[in-house]
């Protein structure tokens, strides 16, 4: 079964930066799409990023949120069979709990926007952003 772990987050200053890390297990041959969520306090689940990747972690093919795009870059690391998202420029309103996520057999960025189009989720790593 595929499994995702999340690590990286912790505390910076706005303006400051943080990667994010997305290691994910038990791949098959499948195309799959990898996402990042956020959810901060009182909020719904927010679609972050979204990223496929066919025969382990491979892909240049990549969809953001308006609130993200310039400032987060999704990327992939096959060898290490991991998934980044490095936060630049970061803002109060990036605090939350950053999740990564996964679908088997990719459909279309669209649709990857809501969280229930996943199989798979990691359990979580808590980004915050204070001064």
């Known amino acids: 079964q595929v499994q995702l772990v999340e690590s990286g987050g912790g505390l910076a200053q706005p303006g400051g930066s943080l990667r994010l890390s997305c290691t994910v297990t038990?791949?098959?041959?499948?195309?799959?799409?990898i996402g990042w969520f956020r959810q901060a306090p009182g909020k719904g689940r927010e679609a972050v990023t979204c990223?496929?990747?066919?025969?382990?972690?491979?892909?240049?093919?990549?969809s953001y949120a308006d609130s993200v795009k310039g400032r987060f870059t999704i990327s992939t690391d096959s060898a290490k069979n991991q998934v980044y998202l490095q936060m630049d420029s970061l803002q109060f309103e990036d605090t939350a709990v950053y999740y990564c996520?996964?679908?088997?057999?990719?459909?279309?960025?669209?649709?990857?926007?809501?969280?229930?189009?996943?199989?798979?989720w990691g359990q979580g790593t808590q980004v915050t952003v204070s001064s």
């Open positions: 996520a996964a679908d088997r057999d990719f459909r279309s960025f669209t649709v990857y926007s809501n969280a229930r189009n996943y199989d798979y």
């Open positions: 038990g791949w098959s041959l499948d195309d799959y799409a």
């Open positions: 990223i496929r990747s066919s025969d382990g972690i491979s892909s240049d093919a990549t």
